[in-house]
Structures are given as structure tokens and as C-alpha cells.
């Protein structure tokens, strides 16, 4: 396999599992083309790269540069924007866990408490209802609250630990 088809290949499936965990592929083919690019990426060479329109990169690029994982970049003498995304995997991974945390997990939270909360003990039905959506929510805090803690101490040892371990 060539270099350029390596590299396809390798935006092409990057944008694909980026739909599986809720963002647009075009958004997560953008950030993998910069991820691997060695030097800031133009808007225009993004657009020629993966055949999209100017608004659908620019709206794209805005929604990364928003989740703090691409950065706008400028150049000595250019008047066009260069884009760079960030290179660091650990920060790379708590940066989309904070933003997705923000996006999903805590609106879930808020729903969750609110369904668990109802004034509902009438039936049997309702008895369960109330029971296993507030296991949810417990289950669901827990959860975010590790993730909190993880991303919040990533200088710590136990906390590298934790994402050695979930990266085997």
C-alpha cells in the first residue's frame, strides 16, 4: 500500500467509526486529515483532500476547533487560515471526554434525576419505574464522576494507570 492510499484509507475509516460514536463523519475525516498532517492544513487543501463544499468544512472545523482539539494556526505572509489539530493522545482523549460528557452524559443525568423523581407510588409499575431509573441515574453519576476524575487528575500516576489499562 502507497503512501496517499494509506492515507485515505485511513480518513476514510477514522470518519466512519467517528459517525458510530456521535459526530458527523466529515467532522471526524477533517480531524483525522489533520491529525496525521505534519504541517497546519489549509481550508482550501481540506476541501480539495475530501471533496467538500467550503461551508461543510468551515462549519466542521468550527464544531472541532468549539470540542478544543483543532486549533487555527497562521502563517508569516498568508492570508489564508491553516488549521492544526492536537498531536497529544492524552490530551486528545480527555478534551473529547469533557465535551462529550458536557453534550450527552449530563443532559442524560438531568433527565434521568427527573423521571426518578416523579411522585409515583401507586402501582407496581410505577414502583419499578421510579426504582430502576434511580439505579440509573446512580449507575450513570458514578460513571461520570469517574471520568471526572480522570480527566481532572491526568498528571496522576493512578489515573495514567487507569488509561493504560483501558487502552490494552
Given at each position: 500500500m502507497q503512501f496517499k492510499e494509506a492515507k485515505n484509507k485511513f480518513v476514510q475509516t477514522w470518519g466512519a467509526l467517528g459517525s458510530q460514536w456521535g459526530i458527523n463523519k466529515t467532522m471526524a475525516q477533517i480531524h483525522a486529515l489533520l491529525m496525521v498532517s505534519n504541517e497546519p492544513v489549509s481550508m482550501?487543501?481540506?476541501?480539495?483532500?475530501?471533496?467538500?463544499?467550503?461551508?461543510?468544512?468551515?462549519?466542521?472545523i468550527r464544531a472541532l476547533m468549539d470540542w478544543g482539539i483543532v486549533y487555527k494556526e497562521y502563517k508569516a505572509g498568508e492570508r489564508r487560515e491553516?488549521?492544526?489539530?492536537?498531536?497529544d493522545l492524552d490530551e486528545l482523549a480527555v478534551k473529547i471526554s469533557r465535551e462529550r460528557s458536557k453534550r450527552e452524559i449530563k443532559p442524560a443525568l438531568k433527565v434521568l434525576k427527573e423521571v426518578s423523581s416523579i411522585e409515583a407510588y401507586k402501582t407496581e409499575e410505577e414502583k419499578h419505574f421510579i426504582e430502576q431509573t434511580g439505579k440509573l441515574y446512580e449507575f450513570v453519576l458514578k460513571a461520570d464522576n469517574v471520568l471526572d476524575k480522570i480527566t481532572e487528575y491526568k498528571d496522576n500516576w493512578l489515573a495514567k494507570l487507569v488509561v493504560k489499562i483501558m487502552k490494552k
Open positions: 482550501e487543501d481540506i476541501m480539495e483532500e475530501l471533496q467538500i463544499s467550503r461551508g461543510n468544512a468551515s462549519m466542521n491553516f488549521f492544526i489539530a492536537e498531536k
